[in-house]
């Protein structure tokens, strides 16, 4: 059994690089209302650099961090001889950075993977320590809706000219989902996650000192309702 990401890595941009992208206007957004044309920005679970490239690009400073070596080699590849980008091998949850931040991102359902609760108030207690006073916290989440919706589903992949399986299950009494990535040479990956509601979070985020003042349904930020799939939250540091 390979680690997670450790062979989905090679196929990650092609078929799921784009979600990444489609945060950039948010983010920029958020940072102009707060008339910072320059951020120093933390990314918690980069993946392959995607979003943190983009925000690079449009002269932010951002240190991405990732628990997959495999998936910060791309993007250290990815990103030679630019500057405002740094990369390197961290868990999100023990996370030690140096200085601190505008703004700090987690996205594409990473916090997900995060399947203990006292494992997230110990990543939200590091994501306050090392945001400037109101500086922003911004992740998406899926929830047990999207889990269920896709559980018992097998998809089929080809990409690059390699084919894998892609199996869903959610177990509601033990509230965790896991993905089966299977490969051709008999490989796979096993990837487990714990949805989170909105419900669930809003403790959290409070008790660690963060208060919500976006929350919102997909990029087109529809609203929030109890059977959302996926949840969008931009949470402001308050001490």
């Given at each position: 059994?390979?680690?997670?990401?450790?062979?989905?890595?090679?196929?990650?941009?092609?078929?799921?690089?784009?979600?990444?992208?489609?945060?950039?206007?948010?983010?920029?957004?958020?940072?102009?209302?707060?008339?910072?044309?320059?951020?120093?920005?933390?990314?918690?679970?980069?993946?392959?650099?995607?979003?943190?490239?983009?925000?690079?690009?449009?002269?932010?400073?951002?240190?991405?961090?990732?628990?997959?070596?495999?998936?910060?080699?791309?993007?250290?590849?990815?990103s030679?001889?630019?500057?405002?980008?740094?990369?390197?091998?961290?868990?999100?949850?023990?996370?030690?950075?140096?200085?601190?931040?505008?703004?700090?991102?987690?996205?594409f359902d990473?916090?997900?993977?995060?399947?203990?609760?006292?494992?997230?108030?110990?990543?939200?207690?590091?994501?306050?320590?090392?945001?400037?006073?109101?500086?922003?916290?911004?992740?998406?989440?899926?929830?047990?809706?999207l889990?269920?919706?896709?559980?018992?589903?097998?998809?089929?992949?080809?990409?690059?000219?390699?084919?894998?399986?892609?199996h869903c299950?959610?177990?509601?009494?033990?509230?965790?989902?896991?993905?089966?990535?299977?490969?051709?040479?008999?490989?796979?990956e096993?990837?487990?996650?714990?949805?989170?509601?909105?419900n669930?979070?809003?403790?959290?985020?409070?008790?660690?000192?963060?208060?919500?003042?976006?929350?919102?349904?997909w990029?087109?930020?529809m609203?929030?309702?109890?059977?959302?799939?996926?949840?969008?939250?931009?949470?402001e540091?308050?001490?």
């Amino acid at each position: 059994m390979l680690k997670p990401y450790e062979r989905l890595s090679q196929f990650y941009d092609v078929d799921w690089g784009d979600f990444s992208r489609q945060y950039v206007d948010l983010i920029n957004e958020l940072l102009q209302e707060r008339n910072l044309a320059q951020a120093r920005i933390l990314d918690l679970a980069c993946g392959t650099g995607t979003l943190a490239i983009c925000l690079a690009e449009c002269s932010h400073v951002v240190h991405g961090i990732d628990n997959s070596p495999e998936m910060i080699s791309i993007a250290k590849s990815k990103s030679i001889g630019m500057s405002r980008l740094s990369f390197d091998v961290q868990d999100m949850v023990h996370f030690d950075v140096d200085g601190k931040f505008d703004l700090i991102t987690c996205t594409f359902d990473s916090i997900n993977y995060i399947r203990k609760l006292r494992d997230l108030r110990k990543m939200l207690g590091r994501v306050v320590s090392v945001l400037y006073e109101g500086g922003l916290f911004i992740f998406d989440s899926n929830t047990r809706e999207l889990y269920l919706s896709h559980s018992g589903e097998t998809h089929k992949r080809e990409i690059n000219g390699q084919s894998f399986l892609q199996h869903c299950s959610y177990d509601s009494i033990r509230n965790m989902a896991t993905t089966v990535f299977s490969f051709s040479d008999g490989t796979y990956e096993i990837h487990k996650q714990r949805p989170y509601d909105y419900n669930e979070l809003a403790p959290l985020l409070k008790g660690a000192g963060l208060h919500v003042v976006r929350l919102f349904s997909w990029f087109e930020k529809m609203p929030y309702s109890s059977n959302t799939p996926k949840i969008f939250c931009v949470a402001e540091k308050h001490t």
